[in-house]
T-cell receptor
Framework: GAVVSQHPSRVICKSGTSVKIECRSLDFQATTMFWYRQFPKQSLMLMATSNEGSKATYEQGVEKDKFLINHASLTLSTLTVTSAHPEDSSFYIC???????????FGQGTRLTVV | DAKTTQPNSMESNEEEPVHLPCNHSTISGTDYIHWYRQLPSQGPEYVIHGLTSNVNNRMASLAIAEDRKSSTLILHRATLRDAAVYYCILPSGNTDKLIFGTGTRLQVFP
């Protein structure tokens, strides 16, 4: 089946630095990808919709200047957490599908720890 | 988004069938019903989805009520590896955007 690959799976960074997370659709083209964040013992929270060739659409309350999303090709979306702080420590997950009415495929997630 | 309601938790014994309910009384005619599950420290995994008719695949069955206001995910023989949080989701209006609720945490006992 189709696979979405996310990298890195785990990252530790210093406070104030930026971290980039990659999400790739390995065997299909995804014009739209989604980024989620999940805190311990909570559900996934949708952060933004990544649109190939255009600006991302952010959910209410998500800072677009803090969480930069780039979707430069049909198989790659990146999420950059800029000037990371300890409160940004979380589990970040991406997903993609082949369109309305089809199943979604999720990356394995990236655990970000900001120290 | 059409809202879904699921029990917070359910328990099952190994090798017994499990019926996970989901209410979605505000569902519209074009809303698909999706089920995903998430094991600890992993991204969610697709389980099954359907529109009107019941669906079967190698993982589970999806029973959809005639009025489509509720559905049930059926695991025919639970295994310890089925212990996870199960999410019933109706993608946001004619898109593939998934908004996750709190889901049902399934515990499976040996």
């Amino acid at each position: 089946g189709a696979v979405v690959s996310q990298h890195p799976s785990r990252v530790i960074c210093k406070s104030g630095t930026s971290v980039k997370i990659e999400c790739r659709s390995l065997d299909f083209q995804a014009t739209t990808m989604f980024w989620y964040r999940q805190f311990p013992k909570q559900s996934l929270m949708l952060m933004a919709t990544s649109n190939e060739g255009s600006k991302a659409t952010y959910e209410q309350g998500v800072e677009k200047d803090k969480f930069l999303i780039n979707h430069a090709s049909l198989t790659l979306s990146t999420l950059t957490v800029t000037s990371a702080h300890p409160e940004d420590s979380s589990f970040y997950i991406c997903s993609a599908s082949m369109g309305f009415g089809t199943e979604a495929f999720f990356g394995q997630g990236t655990r970000l720890t900001v120290v | 988004d059409a809202k879904t309601t699921q029990p917070n938790s359910m328990e099952s014994n190994e090798e017994e069938p499990v019926h996970l309910p989901c209410n979605h009384s505000t569902i519209s005619g074009t809303d698909y019903i999706h089920w995903y599950r998430q094991l600890p420290s992993q991204g969610p995994e697709y389980v099954i989805h359907g529109l009107t008719s019941n669906v079967n695949n190698r993982m589970a069955s999806l029973a959809i009520a005639e009025d489509r206001k509720s559905s049930t995910l059926i695991l025919h023989r639970a295994t310890l590896r089925d212990a996870a949080v199960y999410y019933c989701i109706l993608p946001s209006g004619n898109t593939d955007k998934l908004i996750f609720g709190t889901g049902t945490r399934l515990q499976v006992f040996p």
